[in-house]
Each structure stands twice: as C-alpha cells, then as structure tokens.
C-alpha cells in the first residue's frame, strides 16, 4: 500500500510537471494570450479534467508560475543583501544586475507573463503592488532596516528600482547590438544614484 501511494505521488508531480512544461513551451512559441487550457491539455497528453486537479484554470497556472520564477530571482539575490556591508556598492549592484540579466535571459516565458500582467485589465488591480512581490519585500524591508525610512519610502523606491531594472533588462534582451556591459554599467550607476538621492543617510553606511 505504502509502495502504491508513493506511485501515485510520483505521477502525480510526474503529471504537473508535464503541465508545467508544455505550458512554457506554449508560451514561449505562441504567446500567453494565445495559449489555451486545451493546447496545453494537448501537448501533454492528459485528459482535460486532470489539468484542473493541478490548477483551477489558465489564470492559476500563469500565477503558479509567476510565483515560481519571483520566489527563483529573489532567493539568488537574497546573499547580496546580506552581505552588501562587506564589499563596495558598486560590486554589489554590477552583481545584481548580472544576476538579473542572466535569470531573465534563461527565463523568457517570465516575460511574457509579466507583459501579460501589464496589459490584462482583470489585473490591474494587482499592478499597484508590483509583479513581483516577493522581491518587494526583501528590498523594501532592507530600506527599512538600513535607513530606518517609513514603509511608503521603502515601498516607494523599490518599485522605482524594479521597474528600472526590468526595462533596462529587457532593452537588453530585445536589443541585439546593445552590449550587456553597458545595461550592467547604467544599472549599477542609476540605481547608487536613485538610493543616496532619495535616502542620502545611506551614504555612510556602505563602502564607495
């Protein structure tokens, strides 16, 4: 009995895995909007019902997966706000943007659930709190923390910062001649411009 439940958990994960990926491949060739629950049923060869045992609808599938690669970008870039203190600003955040351009560049079906996210209106509601939550979290309470700010200034330059970040990352992506040292470069110096203007107490507390 033990040896059949395990079987039957191992199909199961086997199942949404196949979901999960033939999804992705579906997005990535003919686009979010495009892509129906049937399609995807299709290319994974499984009985309509069993995709919504895994996910009550194509909505939830796209927020399982924006969940995912949110929850992937901001573990990677968790140690770089830890260890900030130990090494220039500007290691830190040519860092970052490395780490950001690279997770992007391997992880395009992110975009375009994010560019889906920018234009649905039963999301708009949503678009006030960011696309990417997770990361709204870590960076605003850093703020906080370091520069003992409010949570709306927190709040507030973060969402600047990140939605910096992504058009600057996405130039990258979808413009061939523009070199990814000079999309580092200009992220790194725009955003130690961006922080010590508005919170300018941090200034003293990171090496330069």
């Not at 939830?60 to 924006?66: A, P, Q, R, V």
Request: proline share 2%; charged share 25%.
């Amino acid at each position: 009995m033990k040896n059949e439940s395990i079987s039957r958990a191992d199909k199961k994960r086997s199942t949404r895995k196949s979901i999960i990926d033939s999804s992705i491949n579906l997005f990535l060739k003919q686009g979010v909007n495009a892509t129906q629950v049937g399609d995807i049923v299709e290319k994974s060869n499984i009985a309509r019902g069993t995709f919504y045992i895994h996910f009550a609808d194509k909505e939830g599938l796209l927020e399982y997966l924006l969940h995912s690669y949110n929850t992937e970008l901001t573990e990677g870039l968790q140690p770089l706000f830890k260890n900030i203190k130990n090494q220039s600003i500007e290691k830190t955040l040519n860092i970052m943007a490395e780490n950001i351009l690279d997770f992007l560049e391997s992880n395009k079906v992110f975009v375009l659930i994010y560019a889906d996210r920018m234009t649905s209106d039963k999301s708009i509601n949503r678009l006030k709190d960011g696309v990417n939550p997770q990361m709204i979290d870590l960076i605003s309470s850093f703020f906080s923390r370091e520069a003992n700010c409010n949570k709306h200034q927190a709040i507030l330059l973060t969402q600047g910062l990140l939605a910096m970040w992504m058009r600057m990352a996405l130039q990258h992506l979808f413009t061939k001649d523009l070199p990814r040292h000079e999309v580092i470069n200009a992220v790194a110096i725009m955003t130690k411009g961006a922080v010590f203007s508005y919170l300018p107490e941090l200034k003293d507390k990171f090496k330069n």
